[in-house]
């Protein structure tokens, strides 16, 4: 079946420790998106990706960083300088050419803190 | 950055009964999307809008693309158990990327 893949489910991350949350997309989409969802909130951006080995910083991107080094792989790090990284986090892609493509969601990866 | 204004922030109706909900802004919008996300998982496309006016349908789901581009509103008719969750709305810029801002959510509680 054609998707998004988020792993893991659940992550625990240590006080320091940088950690690498896994996104995976079948679609043959071009862009591919990061958001960060707290409780009672809507989706911020993270980061952003309209091609390989080109990305765009989103609303919120201090404390994280990205790659996109093929097509169908997004990696989003929470690096220790992210302070408060508890939240849920979503991994999105969609199609490029003709505007207003809608995104196509994961089922998210819940970061905690130990 | 910027967000979207979406009312209402709750709703608890009886099974049966009908929904509404929507989202102004201050900026213009090419695009309107609504999602539906159920607990611990990411949201689903609902209902996508691409003209102003434009007024359309998914099942038992009306939406609409304000005629100012600066708003749009989501309907929901006879609501039944499992259309429990959180509703949220999102808008395309009229230029730049890709990037959608999302409403703060609906959250949808029905009582049977």
């Known amino acids: 079946d054609g998707g998004i893949t988020q792993s893991p489910k659940y992550l625990f991350r240590k006080e320091g420790q940088n950690v690498t949350l896994s996104c995976e997309q079948n679609?043959?989409?071009?862009?591919m998106y990061w958001y960060r969802q707290d409780p009672g909130q809507g989706l911020r951006l993270i980061y952003y990706s309209q091609i390989v080995n080109d990305f765009q910083k989103g609303d919120i991107a201090e404390g994280y960083s990205v790659s996109r080094e093929k097509k169908e792989s997004f990696p989003l790090t929470v690096t220790s300088a992210q302070k408060n990284p508890t939240a849920f986090y979503l991994c999105a892609s969609s199609i490029v050419t003709g505007g207003g493509q809608p995104q196509h969601f994961g089922d998210g990866t819940r970061l905690s803190i130990l | 950055g910027q967000q979207l204004n979406q009312s209402p922030q709750s709703m608890f109706i009886q099974e049966g009964e009908d929904v509404s909900m929507n989202c102004t802004s201050s900026?213009?919008?090419?695009?309107w999307l609504w999602y539906k996300q159920d607990p611990g998982e990411g949201p689903v496309l609902l209902i996508a809008?691409?003209?102003?006016?434009e007024l359309t349908s998914n099942g038992r789901l009306t939406a609409q693309f304000g005629i100012t581009r600066k708003d749009s509103f989501l309907n929901i008719s006879a609501s039944i158990p499992s259309d429990v969750g959180i509703y949220f709305c999102a808008g395309q810029l009229s230029t730049g990327a890709q990037k959608l801002v999302f409403g703060q959510g609906t959250r949808l509680t029905i009582n049977p």
């Open positions: 900026s213009i919008f090419n695009t």
């Open positions: 809008l691409y003209k102003a006016g």
């Open positions: 679609l043959n989409h071009d862009a």
